[in-house]
Nanobody, 126 residues
Framework: QVQLVESGGGLVQAGGSLRLSCAAS????????MAWFRQVPGKEREFVAAINWNGGVTNYTDSVKGRFTISRDNAKNTGYLQMNALKPEDTAVFYC???????????????????WGQGTQVTVSS
């Protein structure tokens, strides 16, 4: 089992930066892919970025390429999403997710992930 807790959300002006963190608590030491999704009211949860178990593979949705960077520190069981040049359209609840079934790849759909955090709100003002 994996428990995920996000932190680092908040209110920022357009053009600003935030760094989200996702702390993972694991009952057994097994590799996992970590991803970030986001959701706005009335819309489906959408993929943002993912990183495989050793950091060797990353994947980003097109709208965040060049602005967001996903990383992880396996010694701390923590993942990060550095968000720069934020735009009002980035406003959403951001969720951390983990995939233990295929830790070598970066899935982009919600069905690829079995474990989810509770979410953290990111609001970007114009």
């Amino acid at each position: 089992q994996v428990q995920l807790v996000e932190s680092g959300g908040g209110l920022v002006q357009a053009g600003g930066s935030l760094r989200l963190s996702c702390a993972a608590s694991l009952r057994t030491a097994a590799p996992y892919t970590m991803a970030w999704f986001r959701q706005v009211p009335g819309k489906e949860r959408e993929f943002v970025a993912a990183i495989n178990w050793n950091g060797g593979v990353t994947n980003y949705t097109d709208s965040v390429k060049g602005r967001f960077t996903i990383s992880r520190d396996n010694a701390k069981n923590t993942g990060y999403l550095q968000m720069n040049a934020l735009k009002p359209e980035d406003t959403a609840v951001f969720y951390c997710a983990a995939d233990r079934r295929r830790p070598w790849r970066c899935g982009t759909t919600t069905s690829d992930y079995d474990y989810w955090g509770q979410g953290t709100q990111v609001t970007v003002s114009s």
